[in-house]
């Protein structure tokens, strides 16, 4: 059966420490990937794609794809309290470019 | 103003009633998309419409029935639900199909519909 599954949490992590959040995929044609992030009561918002084998920077935030193991990580470092949410792994599917299959998010708290 | 605007943000309905819930973008995007979100479930694609024409219904029953006039509005037009219906309903745009990398999408702040 072809998903994205995600690691179901929830996770907890103290302030300034590194959140590690997974996700791995079964549709070997999937090219694209994406982590968003969902406020509580709020919309889906993206905050980084990878489309490449390896890490992806940018600022606290690292994305990692591993397409032999089919695998997508987000590093989330120096959490803060802001950064509790739900993060939500998608990969296009089908060999689709716009045809995406959303993991059910996994849900991040960060104490202060 | 916001990028992508739904309304109504909360819908109360009978299984008998008509309604629909409408979503309008600022972007200048030319694909728009309906998603649903329930609880303890993935996202769910339901339909994609790129420069007004349908490219995607992902098996959604015909109780819902979408409709993009233009580039800029799309509404989901609701008839004879059931309770299990009740769920967020998620609007979403993007620059168009296909994009280089259709992923970027950008949503609004969904309907919150409820089937009594």
């Known amino acids: 059966q072809k998903g994205v599954e995600q690691n179901s949490g929830p996770l907890s992590v103290p302030e300034g420490a590194i959140a590690s959040l997974n996700c791995t995929y079964s549709d070997r044609g999937s090219q694209s990937f994406f982590w968003y992030r969902q406020y509580s009561g709020k919309s889906p918002e993206l905050i980084m794609s990878?489309?490449?084998?390896g890490d992806k920077e940018d600022g606290r935030f690292t994305a990692q794809l591993n397409k032999a193991s089919q695998y997508v990580s987000l590093l989330i470092r120096d959490s803060q309290p802001s950064d509790s949410a739900t993060y939500l792994c998608a990969g296009n599917s089908g060999g689709s470019n716009y045809k995406l299959t959303f993991g059910k998010g996994t849900l991040l708290t960060v104490n202060p | 103003e916001t990028g992508v605007t739904q309304t109504p943000r909360h819908l109360v309905m009978g299984m008998t009633n008509k309604k629909s819930l409408k979503c309008e973008q600022h972007?200048?995007?030319?694909?728009m998309y309906w998603y649903k979100q329930s609880a303890k479930k993935p996202l769910e694609l339901m339909f994609v419409?790129?420069?007004?024409?349908?490219?995607e219904n992902n098996s959604v029953p015909s109780r819902f029935s979408p409709e993009c006039p233009n580039s800029s509005h799309l509404f989901l037009h609701l008839h004879t639900l059931q309770p299990e219906d009740s769920a967020l309903y998620l609007c979403?745009?993007?620059?168009?199909?296909?994009?280089?990398?259709?992923?970027?999408?950008?949503f609004g702040e969904g309907s919150r519909l409820t089937v009594l």
């Open positions: 979403a745009s993007s620059v168009s199909v296909p994009a280089a990398f259709g992923g970027e999408l950008f």
């Open positions: 990878i489309y490449s084998n």
């Open positions: 419409y790129n420069f007004k024409e349908q490219t």
């Open positions: 972007l200048g995007h030319n694909a």
